[in-house]
C-alpha cells in the first residue's frame, strides 16, 4: 500500500486566490512527481524533481505554479493565482528512480469557483 | 516520442465473464510497464508491473498482464470479474530520461451484475 500522503483531500477557492497543496513522499524515495487528472482522465504531468531539484517541469508550471520539495518537509504545489480551468486532481507520486514502481498519493481535489 | 494508447473508453462486462483491456505503448527502448487501478475518488493502486523476463505478470485479485514486445502491447486479462473490479484501469509506461513516466487515457471498466 502506497504511503505517498497528500493534504488536504479537497481544496475549494475562488478565482484568483492562493491554492496550495502538499506530498509527503514515501520514505526514501528520492523522485517525485506532480500530475494533473482532469474530468476526463487525462494526466498532465507538471513537475519531477530529484532529491529537491527539479528535473522537469512544464511551461504552465513555470507561470502561475509553483513546487518544491524541501528536505525534511513536505513537497508541495501551489497555485498563486487559481483559474477555473484549474479544478482537477491533483496526485503527487513518487519513486527510487528511473524505471521503477510509482506510488501515488489518494490526490486533492481542487475546485475553483 | 513515448506514448501508451488504450483504444477502449469504456468496456462493460457481465460479472463471470473474461476480460481483456488493450494497451499499445510507443517507446524505442526497453519500456517499464504498469497497469493501475483508480476507484472513485481515489488515487492509483498497483495491479502488476512488467520489467523484463516472463511476458506474463500477474498481479494482484487475479489479474495478469501479457507483454508483447512484436506487437507493442500490454494487454490486462482477468478470468472472471466481479462487481467489484468496476473501477477505471489505466496502463502506464516508465521510459526515457528525467524520470518521466506515461498514462494512457484510462479505460472505465463496467461490470454488470
Known amino acids: 500500500n502506497s504511503k505517498v500522503i497528500q493534504t488536504p483531500r479537497y481544496l475549494v477557492k475562488g478565482q484568483g486566490q492562493k491554492a496550495k497543496m502538499r506530498c509527503i513522499p514515501e520514505?526514501?524515495?528520492?523522485?517525485v512527481f506532480w500530475y494533473q487528472q482532469n474530468k476526463n482522465n487525462e494526466f498532465k504531468f507538471l513537475i519531477n524533481f530529484q532529491n529537491q531539484e527539479v528535473l522537469q517541469q512544464i511551461d504552465m508550471t513555470e507561470k502561475r505554479f509553483s513546487a518544491e520539495c524541501p528536505s525534511n518537509s513536505p513537497c508541495s504545489l501551489e497555485i498563486q493565482s487559481s483559474e477555473a480551468g484549474d479544478s482537477a486532481l491533483y496526485l503527487c507520486a513518487s519513486s527510487l528512480g528511473r524505471n521503477t514502481e510509482v506510488f501515488f498519493g489518494k490526490g486533492t481535489r481542487l475546485t475553483v469557483v | 516520442a513515448q506514448s501508451v494508447t488504450q483504444p477502449d473508453a469504456r468496456v462493460t462486462v457481465s460479472e463471470g465473464a473474461s476480460l481483456q483491456l488493450r494497451c499499445k505503448y510507443s517507446?524505442?527502448?526497453?519500456?517499464?510497464l504498469f497497469w493501475y487501478v483508480q476507484y472513485p475518488r481515489q488515487g492509483l493502486q498497483l495491479l502488476l508491473k512488467y520489467y523484463s523476463g516472463d511476458p506474463v505478470v500477474q498481479g494482484v485479485n487475479g489479474f495478469e498482464a501479457e507483454f508483447s514486445k512484436s506487437n507493442s502491447s500490454f494487454h490486462l486479462r482477468k478470468a472472471s470479474v466481479h462487481w467489484s473490479d468496476s473501477a477505471v484501469y489505466f496502463c502506464?509506461?516508465?521510459?526515457?530520461?528525467?524520470?518521466?513516466?506515461?498514462f494512457g487515457d484510462g479505460t472505465q471498466l463496467v461490470v454488470k451484475p
Open positions: 517507446y524505442s527502448g526497453t519500456p517499464y
Open positions: 520514505k526514501g524515495h528520492p523522485v
Open positions: 502506464v509506461l516508465s521510459a526515457g530520461s528525467n524520470n518521466r513516466i506515461f
